[in-house]
């Protein structure tokens, strides 16, 4: 950085007292007293390495001009040639960027599904200084919580993590439930569409565009997991899904939630419901291998939050603060506030001082054909049987004609069953209605909406499918001219 500093003038406090351990100094003695040279006798005095000192006493001359300083004249080398103080720098600056450079590549395993998820999951999400740093779900952080303003770069590291945990661990170690609380865009690459037909094999339920029905819908299906794998360790004697016996397998859960703050948006019993799922999902998922990462730009505000924030969050030891993110951090904790894009503050205390590490994460995006690449293969190498994940598109129409149960209804059934939608669950069940001989076996549609006649519409093709050609007497009676198309498509 060229600069050199001279010290002059330390003076020894007792006899045989040494110098100051001073780095990368020259230590030079003086000899003579204050009339020869101007200084103290005994006086130690030291030059920076990188200068040339030239040692000089000559009498009566002192090095200042007021002949109280050190009368030891310093030359100092001239500068280096600036075409090699550029070479230099160009060539160090090269070296330094591309070991500070972090790629999609640096987060992939040497082999695809060869670790195990029995004490835990862990991925390398990123580099803190020029090491490569990794994130665990396990039984020191169970949980994650993570933070950023839009922008940042939150959905990028979700993505990191997601597609580095599905490289090291099999659909067998490994179950994605995914929602998207925002554009609908986070996960859509997680499953199969019309111009890609490829999925993620880990992912159990993908919401796209998730609205808070099917939200709290995924949270009841998690805590049902629980209950269920609760049973299992208590038939083998365990407390934890670790200690189970190595031929019953279990595979740990990751449940992302992007957005989490819209599911708790106001005090409506949703909300209220959603907060009751969340807390005893943290409390519980650690011994049963079900774990969370919820996201968001802020986690403050949040309204069904009020008393319980501490319940909830404080299960979740590891914080993650992105740009703008500082809110999931301690209040003294100001370590998110100058971060730049693709950064992002790791803390594992819950958010207190004095356990952050910065670290740098790659864009997944960024390696293009890299990542698709991954994705068919872990497409390809999916176990027989698997199936494509179940996917809420909250802006998709239902269309009896797409319902696996409307195509497999065949004539001779002894209970007519009335089709009339899909229910908001995780596995998009159907909704029907049985239509037999019992008496209450009419079915009514109440509302002012268009839609109401298309409910209508695939009760009576659902039903018409059940019967042979003059089985059955179907009336259409449109008396709003908004229920004209559903009865002319029925009557062609």
């Known amino acids: 950085a060229a600069v050199c500093v001279l010290l002059a003038g330390w003076p020894a406090i007792g006899p045989g007292e040494s110098a100051p351990p001073l780095g990368s100094t020259t230590l ?58 550029a070479a230099l720098a160009t060539h160090l600056g090269d070296a330094a960027r591309r070991g500070a450079a972090v790629t999609f590549a ?7 599904w060869a670790t195990s998820a029995r004490a835990g999951l862990r991925t390398v999400v990123g580099r803190a200084g020029r090491d490569p740093f990794s994130m665990a779900f396990d039984d020191a952080t169970p949980h994650w919580l993570v933070g950023g303003r839009t922008g940042a770069g939150k959905t990028v ?31 859509t690459e997680f499953v199969p569409t019309g111009h890609d037909p490829s999925w993620l094999p880990h992912a159990r339920a993908v919401g796209i565009e998730s609205d808070r029905e099917y939200g709290v819908a995924v949270l ?11 049973t299992a360790l208590k038939r083998h004697g365990v407390t934890k899904l670790a200690d189970l016996p190595a031929d019953t397998p279990v595979p740990r859960i990751v449940a992302v939630i992007d957005e989490f703050q819209v599911l708790l948006a106001g005090n409506d019993q949703l909300a209220r419901e959603s907060v009751d799922l969340l807390e005893e ?45 500082g809110g999931v951090l301690d209040q003294l904790n100001d370590a998110a506030a100058t971060l730049p894009v693709g950064s992002a503050v790791v803390n594992t205390a819950a ?43 909250g802006y998709d129409t239902a269309r009896v004609e797409a319902d696996a149960t409307f195509t497999g209804l065949r004539p001779g059934g002894r209970r007519p069953l009335a089709l009339v939608g899909r229910t908001v669950d995780v596995d998009g069940t159907t909704a029907m209605f049985i239509m037999d001989t019992a008496p209450g076996r009419h079915l009514a549609v109440v509302g002012t909406s268009p839609i109401g006649a298309e409910v209508l519409r695939a009760a009576t093709l659902s039903l018409a499918r059940q019967h042979t050609p003059g089985e059955a007497t179907f009336l259409l009676a449109p008396l709003v001219a908004a229920a004209d198309s559903a009865a002319a ?4």
């Open 28 to 85: 030079i003695r003086l000899s003579g007293d204050r009339t020869a040279t101007g200084g103290t006798p005994g006086v130690r005095s030291y030059a920076g390495v990188g200068g040339l000192a030239r040692v000089g006493d000559p009498p009566g001359t002192p090095f200042s001009a007021d002949g109280s300083g050190l009368s030891v004249p310093v030359r100092l080398d001239g500068d280096a040639p600036p075409a090699s103080v």
């Open 157 to 187: 590291f979700l993505l990191d993590v997601l597609y580095g945990l599905a490289a090291r661990y099999s659909p067998a170690e490994l179950q994605l439930y995914l929602l998207d609380f925002k554009e609908g865009v986070s996960f």
């Open 220 to 230: 009841r299906e998690l805590r049902r997991e629980l209950h269920r794998r609760a």
């Open 106 to 112: 640096d987060l992939l395993p040497g082999q695809r």
């Open 281 to 325: 999902l943290a409390r519980k998922g650690r011994s049963y291998g079900v774990h969370l990462v919820l996201a968001s730009q802020s986690t403050t505000g949040i309204e069904a939050l009020y008393g319980r924030a501490e319940a909830v969050f404080g299960q979740f030891a590891l914080r993650v603060a992105l740009a703008g993110g």
């Open 351 to 393: 958010g207190a001082p004095g356990a952050n590490t910065v670290i740098r994460f790659p864009d997944a995006h960024a390696a293009g054909g890299d990542l698709t690449g991954l994705r068919h293969d872990l497409w390809q190498a999916r176990p027989p049987g698997a199936r494509p994940p179940s996917v809420f598109r």
């Open 489 to 492: 498509d029925l009557s062609l």
